[in-house]
């Protein structure tokens, strides 16, 4: 049972954050062609983190098979040290 | 046809119900249709409550324009098997945490829960909670991401928000832009923790 104080039914935001505190070490890959949420992880964890690298023969992530990319996810995970929780 | 990302459950007000419904990728035709063209319909609400309310000017549509770039941007909603959108989020991963040096956060840029459930506006409110369900989305986001759960907000703080951020662990960090009222939070790994082992619905793992 949850506590009235933590029910939130409003509004919160409304604008982006203070170009200071984006990361500079992050490393966009908008050459890459997104066309599942398999490929959207991926490219976000290589785009947030530095240290994993993979260099890709083709820029259009669907001529990868599903195992292989599971695989690949499945390493990045195991580098940064995340049990991934379900949000799918 | 929306991307389904989860199945979760909301709380019906009227009878106390957990209800499945689906947290989705929102599209700018989902968000002119079922948000800007409808949410602000509410036919016992005074005009100048609706005005008083901070996001009652947001177009949705432009926000999932600029959240759409890459993988970095994300803009969802939670979907009710009636057919209407609940509440929606936009969020950012390329931020760094104001309360840990060298670490990322996720920044939400935009959050609503939908006027028809906000009590303060309606008599009858549909659902409850919803606003709390899309943060716990981003801080699972945050999480999966290696992002170890933080999340960053602005806010005004009302005495309402106060106590929920408060209840939630978030931490004020500091204001940035005082002339707005809006005050600055940051859940941090600890908190982030702390909320998801409370919350056992999400302790599958993928």
């Not at chain 1, 908008?30 to 820029?59: A, C, G, N, Y």
């Not at chain 2, 990322?104 to 409110?125: D, E, F, K, T």
Request: with cysteine.
């Amino acid at each position: 049972m949850i506590s009235a104080d933590e029910i939130f039914d409003g509004f919160i935001g409304g604008g982006k954050p203070s170009e200071n505190y984006i990361r500079k070490e992050v490393v966009l890959f908008e050459d890459l062609i997104i066309s599942s949420e398999i490929d959207r992880k991926m490219t976000r964890l290589l785009s947030l983190h530095p240290q994993l690298r993979v260099e890709f023969r083709t820029k259009d992530l669907s001529n990868l098979d599903e195992k292989t990319k599971e695989a690949l996810l499945q390493d990045m995970y195991d580098i940064l040290g995340v049990t991934p929780l379900s949000n799918e | 046809m929306q991307d389904l990302l989860k199945t979760v459950q909301i709380l019906r007000e009227d009878n106390h119900q957990n209800i499945d419904a689906s947290i989705i990728r929102l599209s700018r035709d989902f968000a002119r249709e079922k948000i800007d063209n409808t949410w602000w319909s509410l036919s016992e609400t005074p005009e100048e409550a609706i005005q008083a309310e901070g996001d009652s000017h947001w177009k949705w549509e432009d926000i999932v324009l600029d959240y759409s770039d890459n993988s970095l941007y994300d803009c969802i909603a939670l979907l009710s098997p009636e057919g209407y959108l609940e509440g929606a989020m936009a969020y950012q991963f390329n931020v760094e945490s104001k309360l840990e040096k060298g670490k990322g956060s996720i920044y939400i840029g935009w959050l609503a829960s939908a006027p028809h459930n906000r009590g303060w506006l309606v008599s009858r409110p549909q659902y409850r909670g919803i606003g709390t369900i899309l943060l716990y989305w981003a801080v699972i986001e945050s999480y999966n991401a290696g992002l170890e759960g933080r999340i960053s907000l602005q806010s005004l703080p009302t005495a309402s928000t106060i106590r929920f951020y408060e209840s939630k662990g978030f931490v004020r960090t500091d204001s940035t832009q005082p002339a707005m009222g809006l005050v600055d939070y940051e859940l941090p790994k600890s908190a982030a923790s702390a909320w998801l082992k409370k919350t056992e619905i999400y302790h599958d793992k993928c």
